[in-house]
């Protein structure tokens, strides 16, 4: 889960490998994407900062689940 830093709002995203992007889910976001690759090797805390099509983003890091930890949770 990241947040905005500039309007607070949260939102939640799964990192996935292009060859298995489902895009009916929009919460689905390439590690080759630019968010995607501002996010890879952050932990929780940290702060990026994304060049987007719409504009700069500022996105704080607040839970990270890895997929390992997500496949645990759903056995």
């Known amino acids: 889960m990241v947040q905005d830093v500039g309007s607070k709002r949260k939102e939640s995203y799964e990192l996935v490998v292009p060859d298995s992007m489902n895009f009916d889910n929009p919460s689905e976001i390439s590690?080759?994407?630019?968010?995607?690759?501002?996010?890879?090797e952050k932990k929780v805390g940290d702060t990026v900062v994304v060049q987007l099509p719409g504009g700069v983003r500022k996105l704080k890091i607040l839970e990270l689940v890895t997929f390992h930890?997500?496949?645990a949770l759903e056995s």
Request: charged residues 10%.
């Open 69 to 71: 930890q997500q496949a």
């Open 31 to 40: 590690i080759a994407s630019p968010l995607g690759r501002a996010m890879v």
